[in-house]
């Protein structure tokens, strides 16, 4: 049986990142761009103002107040002007191109206007408040490297360059099938006995935070039959995740029917919990996850084995939760040879995070992943952690990096 470690390396050693498609470049935000950004021009394209105000000579400037006779108007967007002649000065506006003869701007505020004359009151340097031919992107310089995820800043600069159209990495399209003659869907009547089908809708949920393309192919009931049709569909798609049916029962069908289809399993069980039951096999180049059915084995087993898969498929370099340190503030007791995934929230103290257990870590507890901020590793080998000791923590929610409470 692999260790947490091992499982997650089987795993992810053999995923590779899906094709190239070119999206319109909105569609790009949040998405990875697949090819280099190089600059088909310069920026600024010319040298520009960067204030509302006049274009002089510098050297008209020298002794102070300096009368100098305003012969033209350039708005932002207005075209260059013929050549300044010496002892006058051009009105601009910011953004726009510097005339010829002109080698530094004048803030309006810097100055006082009478008729057709300005005068300015201060020293001026030469190629004040001027930008650059340049200054900020050279031609043929990269400006975005192949890997990089897309925000806003990024689309801001795609957008200056006139891409319209930009290469990213295709969003995974991930087929999530539920397994059991217990579920019931959304909507349907509940009877003793029955349990609503949450784990297609938490895994659909948790693929579509990461920007994949959820496929929900509803449940396959314990028979063959069934499994065979539903998993047939579930293997077109480029992975594929079931819960449930998955550990020793009777009616757990989930991985001979996998195998009759012929995926190969990577392994089945690891030395963790929850999850342990979880198995992981690849159908040609496409994972395929079948993850234990208890509502929180399900979601941390998404977390530990499928979310960094399909980041990685999806083109992402970061595809881990960030890990902080925290002291835990409980005392925990296991026993050896698993590692435990601790579901914890986090508070700050003046020390830095402080890690408290969220409740009675039984994965049918439903309610301690509400209040889970992070899962706490509780090491394979120990038996017992002590208040005081320190927890290296993945974040399960990331905006608690930005100081949220
Ligand atoms: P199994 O491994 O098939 O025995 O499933 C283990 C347990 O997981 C079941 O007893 C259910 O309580 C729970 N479970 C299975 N499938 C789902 C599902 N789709 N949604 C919520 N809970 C489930
Ligand atoms: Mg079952």
Redesign the pocket.
Known sequence: MPTFDEARHMVLSRITTLGVERVPLLDAAGRVLAEEMVAPWCMPLCDSSAMDGFAVRAADCGSLPADLRVTGYIPAGGEICGDVAPGCAIRIMTGAPIPPGCDAVVPVEETSERGDVVTLHDPVRTGQHIRVTAEDVAVGETIITAGTLLRSPEISMLASFGRALVPVYRRARVAIL???D??VELGEPLVPGK??????LSLAAAVREIGAEPLLLG?ARDNRESHLEKMTEGLKADAFIT?????A?D??LVRDILAELGVEQLFWKVEMKPGG?TAVAMFGGKPVFSL????V??MVTFEAFARPALLKMMGHRRIFRPVVTATLMNDLRKKPGKVNLIRVSLAKGEDGFQAYSSGIQQT?LLKTMLRADALALFPSELETLERGATVQCHLLREELFMGEE
């Open positions: 539920s397994t059991g217990e579920l349990i609503i089908n949450s784990n297609i449940i819960s449930a049916g998955v550990s029962g009616r757990d039951p234990p059915g208890n509502p084995s399900t049918a």
